[in-house]
């Protein structure tokens, strides 16, 4: 029984990391990843660590009138599983995605086109239930090997954005511009898979 759901968690554990990672860069799909990979993540150590719960569910700790000190080191223990459950399924979530960066380089790198991309917008992306949760990415057209038009997209904060427009075309020309769309970039992007793209240095 323990061995099964502990192995039932890893398996969810690699199932969340995994489509994080592999599909982190499609932006149509970009919010369903993120929040398919974090429910996968989430139960994977929630099973992984729900021994630990039920344990300490045992534990007589009464009430805090009765115990205090009992109740409150329970009570606390429970706080902080959940909390470090929680917390250790957004960092995992973070490598994942940062993990798509370094599959992508790879990938491009074995087999790559060159081929200049435009900025046709920067979108805000709900990234949870809620309506004020959005990420903003910069959308990058460009035409791949297939003769077919991707739209693929790079999360922006605004250190990046500064950056981008820097390595853009018309700066580089010395044409300056605060607006990132309408930008041309020189991209590298996969041949086996188009939608993989990274902006030339």
Known sequence: MLKTRYLTGLGF?????LIKMLFTHLIDYWALVKHVSVIFIFLGLCFLFAGIFVRSEKIE???FKKDPVTYSMVTLMQIILIVGVAG????????????????????ITNSYQKTTATVTAE???KTNISDKGYEKFAVFQYRNNYST???QGIKLNPKLR???????IDYRNGQFSTRLQGQQFV????TRFPSMFMIAE
């Not at 500064?162 to 853009?168: A, F, G, P, Q, T």
């Not at 991209?187 to 996969?190: E, H, L, R």
């Open 88 to 107: 250790f399924a957004i960092v995992t979530e973070h490598i994942a995605e940062g993990a798509n960066y370094y599959l992508t380089k790879t990938i």
């Open 13 to 17: 554990l690699a199932i969340g990391f």
């Open 149 to 151: 038009i991707e739209n």
């Open 162 to 168: 500064k950056k981008l427009i820097r390595k853009s």
């Open 61 to 63: 700790k009464g009430t």
């Open 187 to 190: 991209i590298y992007y996969s």
């Open 123 to 125: 979108q805000p992306i």
